[in-house]
Structures are given as C-alpha cells and as structure tokens.
C-alpha cells in the first residue's frame, strides 16, 4: 500500500475511532470530563477527549452510551464504536477536518466528505443522512495490517453543510 493510501486508510479509521466516538460524553447531557482520569471502559481520557466548546457540540452522548473496543486498537483486528446519544439537528452531509501527527512530526491536514467516508468500504454499520433526535450509531471497521504502527495525536471536527461543529475531538493513541 501506498503511503498515500496508508494516510488516507490511518484518516478513515481514525474518523471512525474518534469523530462519531467523541461525542460529548455527558450524563444526561451535562459537561465533558477532563482527559485526565477519564473512564476506562469507553476509552476517554485515554484514547480521546473533546476539544473546542463542548457545549456548543451538536451530538450528546448520553450516560455510559459511548463504548469502543478493544481499548488499544490493533493493526488486523477490527474496532467496535458503539454511540447513544441525541442530535440537535438533522446533519444530512457535512465535512471532517482533520489536523494530525504522526510520531510528533509527521504532520497531515485534510478535509474529507462526511458522507463519502462513511460510504467507503472500510467503515461497515453507518451511512448519511443522521436525523435529529435520539442517535444510536453501532460500527465497525477493520484497521489494516500495512497501517504503521506509529503515535498519533491531533484533532478530528466534524461539522455540518452549515458548518456547525457535529463534534470536535482531540486524540493521542499509538495504534499495536
């Protein structure tokens, strides 16, 4: 695989990982938690937390409605997000921002359809138009085997054809 292609798979996965994960954790839709001592059976505060003003976020998640498993993703296995929450508003498509590094210095900006990643063939469990209401999401994914096995930190924001921030994440994992 390309290194074009590793970058644009390592994208996709993290959108999937992260941007529709991240969602603003709250019970009963109060403010997120600090990365610092975040729980450790959905992932936050070790893999994720939310990044810009939470409470301007579009998508809720309710109460332990946020799990990803395995909680250290691995090159060849599948990764599980599972997300039950509330939408403010009907996203029929929207775009994702991504802002990375790879091993601290590798640096990757792009901009992707929302709606076209979702589609690809490596997301399974989820398309567009999300509708406004309660939001239940249930993915899967398998991360490839020629993806580097590198630290990853930056931040996904996912935003509506309006522009709005769906949700806005900040990541810091090392894929095994």
């Known amino acids: 695989m390309s290194y074009y292609n590793q970058m644009k798979t390592i994208s996709l996965l993290l959108l999937l990982l992260l941007g ?5 954790v709250t019970a009963d839709l109060v403010s997120q938690k600090p990365i610092e001592g975040g729980s450790k059976n959905t ?3 070790t893999l994720w937390t939310l990044c810009g003003d939470p409470s301007t976020h579009m998508l809720k998640a309710y109460d332990g409605g946020v799990s990803i498993t395995p909680l250290q993703p691995r090159v060849g296995e599948d990764l599980n997000i599972k997300v039950n929450g509330f939408l403010a508003s009907d996203v029929p498509s929207g775009k994702i921002k991504l802002s ?3 091993m601290n210095f590798i640096k990757l900006t792009k901009s992707l359809d929302l709606c ?3 589609d690809s063939d490596r997301i399974r469990g989820t398309s567009c138009p999300f ?3 309660d939001f239940a ?3 899967a994914a398998t991360i490839p085997n020629d993806v580097p096995k590198v630290p990853i930190n930056g931040d996904i924001i996912i935003a509506d054809s309006e522009g709005r921030t769906v949700t806005c ?3 810091k994992l090392r894929l095994l």
Do not use: P, Q
Not at 20 to 24: F, N, P
């Open 43 to 45: 992932g936050e505060g």
């Open 20 to 24: 529709l994960l991240a969602t603003s």
């Open 137 to 139: 999401l249930d993915v």
């Open 100 to 102: 990375l590094k790879l």
């Open 131 to 133: 509708n406004k209401g």
């Open 116 to 118: 076209e990643t979702l």
């Open 169 to 171: 994440i900040h990541i």
